[in-house]
């Protein structure tokens, strides 16, 4: 059981989500606790990683997605309520599977997003102070204003969470983002992960199962676009209940 | 059994056929360099006659031209200053518009209004100089004369406006070309930091766009350079240095035109200085050519 301690930061509620005719994600209910790390895992196409958009939606730049149910933030349904999408997004970041660091300086790709959301506080401060928390700060502090494009694949990785960081959100979702990177730039983003749950709220979609076991505290596995168990990770590891959860653990498919 | 009885080794047929390919293609890349390397010899080869006559320095600086009357004068300033007028005042029109229309089918237009925009520009594109030339002197021309009736019956800023339009379709093709080359991932990036479409577009978009954006401009500019006929219709035959866009200047080649189609002499001065005149074009439009292939190698971006 997933014991979410007064109000869950995200939920959903019987969604299913089409594009076009065809349904990737079944009536899934599900229901996020603040300040977790929560895996989604399972196999190619099952669902997870559109699922993972819907909380900030970035499906709405597909023409044929369409959506049944309820997609709760802090309780409003975010395609429902009145606020502005960019609002949600701004609350809601994400990282993405390849690292997109934006055309410009390392301080500008952090300082871009609170810039024209109207950030009002000192935007140096504001750099360095997610650079740290992105643990990239010691290694780029002597060039802020090289191309962002000039790092490494799992340094510009660690730009784009720091991107993320500055918005100041309570959710960042994560879409695979260690499948293009190396072990050791691997290994820093996980360890990264493990600061973060501190202060945010993390989702992010695996297809490494050992990640998802060494990061979350909590697994979500979907099949073929239903969530077919959703519990601790620990117990998730250990002693699935449903057979296709143990099945798809051990690697018997997937 | 071994298995080389049942395979037929490599044929003549086909070794000769790889050759063959490879001879004919060979050719006709060949034909390319060499029709290149004549025109440049051809240009060098009646400048240096030329140059005998007229120093180089007197050829470049001089502010008069008038090579077909005496007393001669060979500054070939007024004719670039005709070119230059010309051509800026085109691309002040073309940049901003050809950047637009390329912004808008790139990213705004949907449905009905994309599938016929591109069309059209095509259309544009495919429409001779000439009828460029005439649209210019029968309604571009009256129509800046009721805004300024000062106006010149052949002035340069007609022939601005109407290679203007030439060269939009260039702009907005390339320039559409290289904004949706910018991989989606990273405008995701962008518009999950909570940015509007705009801010995405001007901000993250087209500045990683900006080789394939600047190259256009620079090929723009060459065509505007290189353009005849609407030209010499257009703008007149009055070699001048001015920046008065409303009265009648002449371009580097209406004057190669003009000489052409005249009955001057082979071998005479006159006849020699369009080529002098078409070196030095032909030298302003490969620099623009080795800036646009250095623009785009200086600021391209690599996505993978």
């Known amino acids: 059981m997933i014991h979410t301690h007064g109000s869950s930061i995200l939920e959903t509620r019987n969604l299913n989500i089409y594009y076009g005719q065809k349904k990737v994600v079944r009536n899934v209910s599900l229901r996020i606790p603040k300040r977790t790390v929560t895996a989604l895992i399972g196999p190619s196409g099952c669902g997870k990683s559109t699922l993972l958009r819907t909380f900030n939606r970035m499906n709405d730049f597909i023409d044929s997605f369409h959506y049944e149910g309820e997609v709760l933030f802090e309780g409003s349904d975010i395609y429902r309520s009145r606020t502005d999408v960019t609002e949600f997004r701004r609350r809601v970041g994400m990282v993405f599977q390849k690292p997109n660091p934006f055309t410009c300086s390392i301080a500008k790709n952090i300082s871009w997003g609170p810039r024209i959301n109207g950030y009002q506080g000192d935007l140096d401060e504001l750099v360095e102070r997610c650079l740290r928390k992105a643990a990239l700060w010691d290694e780029v502090k002597d060039k802020l204003n090289d191309s962002g494009l000039a790092l490494s694949g799992g340094?510009?990785?660690?730009?784009?969470?720091?991107?993320?960081?500055?918005?100041?959100?309570?959710?960042?979702?994560?879409?695979?983002?260690?499948?293009?990177?190396?072990?050791?730039?691997?290994?820093?983003?996980?360890?990264?992960?493990?600061?973060?749950?501190?202060?945010?709220?993390?989702?992010?979609?695996?297809?490494?199962?050992?990640?998802?076991?060494?990061?979350?505290?909590?697994?979500?596995?979907?099949?073929?676009?239903?969530?077919?168990?959703?519990?601790?990770?620990?117990?998730?590891?250990?002693?699935p209940t449903e057979k296709l959860t143990r099945d798809y653990i051990v690697g018997r498919f997937g | 059994m071994s298995s080389s009885q049942r395979w037929a080794g490599v044929s003549a047929w086909q070794q000769w056929r790889e050759r063959t390919v490879l001879r004919a293609l060979f050719f006709c890349a060949l034909i390319s360099v060499l029709t290149t390397l004549g025109i440049i010899y051809i240009l060098v080869n009646e400048s240096v006659h030329f140059f005998a006559e007229v120093p180089v320095l007197d050829f470049v600086f001089g502010t008069e031209w008038a090579p077909l009357f005496e007393p001669r004068h060979f500054g070939v300033l007024p004719l670039v200053c005709g070119t230059l007028l010309i051509s800026l005042g085109a691309l002040v029109f073309a940049l901003p518009i050809g950047l637009g229309i390329a912004v808008y089918t790139a990213e705004y237009a949907q449905g009905w209004w994309q599938k016929v925009l591109k069309p059209i520009l095509e259309i544009l594109a495919g429409i001779p100089s000439v009828v460029y030339g005439y649209f210019a002197i029968t309604k571009i021309t009256p129509f800046l004369q009721t805004l300024y009736p000062e106006t010149e019956v052949f002035n340069a800023a007609s022939a601005s406006l109407v290679i203007a339009?030439?060269?939009?379709?260039?702009?907005?093709?390339?320039?559409?070309?290289?904004?949706?080359?910018?991989?989606?991932?990273?405008?995701?990036?962008?518009?999950?930091?909570?940015?509007?479409?705009?801010?995405?577009?001007?901000?993250?978009?087209?500045?990683?766009?900006?080789?394939?954006?600047?190259?256009?401009?620079?090929?723009?500019?060459?065509?505007?350079?290189?353009?005849?006929?609407?030209?010499?219709?257009?703008?007149?035959?009055?070699?001048?240095?001015?920046?008065?866009?409303?009265?009648?200047?002449?371009?580097?080649?209406?004057?190669?035109?003009?000489?052409?189609?005249?009955?001057?002499?082979?071998?005479?001065?006159?006849?020699?200085?369009?080529?002098?005149?078409g070196l030095m074009l032909f030298l302003m439009t490969l620099a623009m050519n080795l800036l646009s292939q250095f623009i785009v190698k200086r600021f391209a971006r690599k996505y993978e």
């Not at chain 1, 979702?173 to 072990?183: K, N, T, V």
């Not at chain 2, 035959?237 to 371009?251: K, L, R, S």
């Not at chain 2, 580097?252 to 080529?275: K, L, N, R």
């Open chain 1, 155 to 239: 340094q510009q990785q660690r730009l784009c969470i720091a991107r993320a960081i500055a918005m100041d959100p309570e959710v960042i979702l994560m879409d695979e983002p260690c499948s293009a990177l190396d072990p050791q730039s691997t290994l820093a983003i996980e360890d990264l992960i493990h600061e973060l749950r501190e202060n945010y709220t993390i989702l992010i979609v695996t297809h490494n199962m050992q990640q998802a076991a060494r990061v979350s505290e909590h697994t979500a596995f979907m099949y073929n676009g239903d969530l077919i168990e959703y519990d601790q990770t620990s117990k998730i590891f250990s002693q």
């Open chain 2, 165 to 277: 339009i030439m060269v939009l379709p260039t702009i907005a093709s390339i320039c559409d070309d290289s904004i949706r080359a910018i991989p989606k991932t990273l405008r995701d990036g962008a518009y999950a930091l909570g940015a509007r479409k705009s801010e995405v577009i001007f901000q993250i978009v087209l500045p990683s766009a900006l080789s394939g954006i600047l190259a256009s401009f620079i090929l723009a500019f060459s065509r505007a350079i290189g353009e005849t006929m609407a030209v010499t219709l257009a703008a007149g035959a009055t070699p001048q240095i001015t920046a008065n866009p409303f009265v009648g200047v002449q371009a580097m080649t209406s004057y190669i035109a003009q000489v052409s189609m005249g009955d001057v002499a082979h071998g005479t001065i006159e006849y020699q200085s369009i080529f002098a005149v």
